[in-house]
């Protein structure tokens, strides 16, 4: 896992999913065909959640069939959030991880999947079905990993705890979020130096938000103690709707690409499309 390569995954769903106004579909085609040029391992570019839940998602089946898969190395994600979701989003042959939040946060989970951890569990394993039945690979977001601000209990045992049932469902990819922005080098450090030996067969992610001035410093955490899996956006659109503080967004891919390869390590990028991606961004976001 040490010697492993960086692989970024932009998150152009994340960025879109809490905008007020609705992107058009073709803007969205537009874009998320500019960033599949890149040469990024993944795109999570959409969502198979009830339109009432994220209406900004609610085209995610147009924007899939629009996009040209011909000339990417890049796979695409799609968020699902119940096994309806899984089974939608299983049909189309162009996807390739299914992505479920699963919160340590039973609050969280209520009002995200409208669910109870318990039940989100008993759903995972169904949804793990439907992936290996369809060639997809499930990909778990332990969601509030790294605290919430509901008072709920919290502590880097208890997200071990969940790594340990996930792996007996055979996830191999987890993704850790800090949903609010309050991770920090130490939980960070702690959790990936705990986890990555422990489970060597399974690839773990950092989904970290984070202010202008704090990135660095859990990008770095994250790196050191083992993570190669990193979640973007370009510019650090999005973030959650939760966060009080409104500079608390995802973590800007720029930056992720500025710190890799300030320290000598190809990404394999085209460096025109990406410019040109980071370009566009501003007027889709706009």
Not at 189 to 218: M, Q, R
Request: one cysteine or more; charged letters at 20%; hydrophobic letters at 40%.
């Amino acid at each position: 896992m040490i010697n492993d390569p960086i692989k970024i995954i932009e998150c152009p769903r994340d960025a879109m999913q809490g905008l007020h106004d609705f992107i058009p579909t073709q803007t969205k085609i537009d874009y998320i065909n500019k960033l599949l040029r890149v040469g990024f391992d993944t795109i999570d570019f959409g969502s198979f959640v009830s339109p009432k839940a994220i209406p900004q998602l609610a085209d995610t089946a147009e924007v899939l069939a629009g996009l040209d898969l011909s000339r990417t190395r890049s796979k695409l994600l799609a968020i699902i959030a119940n096994v309806r979701g899984a089974e939608a989003a299983a049909t189309h042959q162009a996807i390739d991880y299914l992505g479920f939040p699963l919160s340590v946060s039973e609050t969280f989970q209520q009002r995200n999947t409208n669910k109870s951890i318990a039940e989100a569990m008993t759903q995972l394993g169904q949804i793990q079905h439907i992936c290996r039945s369809n060639s997809k690979t499930l990909v778990t977001y332990i969601s509030m990993g790294f605290g919430n601000p509901y008072s709920d209990p919290w502590d880097a045992d208890t997200v071990i705890r969940f790594v340990e049932e996930l792996d007996k469902l055979g996830v191999t990819i987890i993704s850790l979020s800090d949903t609010i922005g309050v991770s920090n080098p130490e939980n960070i450090t702690y959790l990936f130096t705990e986890l990555v030996p422990a489970f060597p067969h399974i690839e773990f992610g950092a989904h970290l938000h984070t202010t202008p001035t704090s990135w660095h410093e859990k990008v770095e955490a994250a790196y050191e103690a083992g993570c190669r899996r990193f979640d973007g956006a370009m510019r650090g659109y999005g973030g959650c709707p939760m966060a009080k503080d409104e500079l608390v967004g995802n973590m800007a891919t720029e930056n992720l690409v500025s710190y890799f390869e300030n320290n000598a390590l190809n990404l394999e990028l085209d460096k025109e499309a990406f410019a040109a991606a980071l370009a566009a961004s501003g007027s889709v976001f706009s």
